[in-house]
């Protein structure tokens, strides 16, 4: 079946340098992906969405990169700070409407001092 | 804005005892979800009501799990009777429908013994 899956389950970086966290689909119907941040007993948080017409998307200190040639997706966090240190999850939306997410398995951001 | 709230926040029971979830949407949102979620198999959508609707059930694992949205303002997940492998964190979620962002609650963690 269809699902959203991540490259790397732990990602460590020094604090203050860029992370990239990787995110690969497999559904080109997808349209909608959403990045989440999950902390340590808490429920996921919104980060940042990107729909299937753009390529790129900029937040504060984050960028979200849609490459649908390849079905990638990441996301970029400028100069980490230790309160990144969480779960990321991909999450993609299939087709329009009030579906729910389907979330991919996550990766363990670890920020270095 | 309050958020999503869910309650209780962390259960513990028996083997063969009955659970009740309960979860309070975000007002305005006419869209809920209830997500599970375990080390194993990362999130998992359960559930989601339209306008108190239930849409998608094909989530719910077995006849032991229920749930109801007698209204706009609240929801609950039922597993009757509980078994060991129900244990994870259940987290609800809210939208307003139109949109793809999910307002996650703080979860609600589940021990059954």
């Known amino acids: 079946g269809e699902s959203v899956g991540l490259h790397l389950p732990t990602l460590s970086v020094q604090e203050g340098d860029n992370s990239i966290i990787n995110c690969a689909y497999s559904?080109?119907?997808?349209?909608?992906f959403i990045w989440y941040k999950q902390e340590s007993g808490k429920g996921p948080q919104f980060i940042i969405d990107?729909?299937?017409?753009?390529d790129k998307r900029q937040g504060q200190r984050v960028t979200v990169l849609l490459n649908k040639t390849v079905k990638h997706l990441s996301l970029q966090i400028a100069a980490t700070q230790p309160g990144d240190s969480a779960v990321y999850f991909c999450?993609?939306?299939?087709?329009?409407?009030?579906?729910?997410?389907?979330f991919g398995k996550g990766t363990h951001l670890i920020i270095q001092p | 804005d309050a958020g999503v709230i869910q309650s209780p926040r962390h259960e513990v029971t028996e083997m063969g005892q009955e659970v009740t979830l309960r979860c309070k949407p975000i007002?305005?949102?006419?869209?809920l979800f209830w997500y599970r979620q375990t080390m194993m198999r990362g999130l998992e959508l359960l559930i989601y009501?339209?306008?108190?609707?239930?849409?998608?059930d094909s989530g719910m694992p077995e006849d032991r799990f229920s749930a109801k949205m007698p209204n706009a303002s609240f929801s609950t997940l039922k597993i009757q009777p509980s078994e060991p492998r129900d244990s994870a964190v259940y987290f609800c979620?809210?939208?307003?429908?139109?949109?793809?962002?999910?307002?996650f609650g703080e979860g609600s963690r589940l021990t059954v013994l």
């Open positions: 979620a809210s939208s307003t429908g139109g949109s793809g962002e999910l307002f």
């Open positions: 559904n080109s119907a997808s349209d909608y």
């Open positions: 990107i729909r299937s017409n753009m």
């Open positions: 999450a993609e939306k299939l087709g329009g409407g009030a579906d729910g997410l389907t």
């Open positions: 007002s305005g949102h006419n869209s």
């Open positions: 009501f339209n306008n108190n609707v239930p849409i998608d």
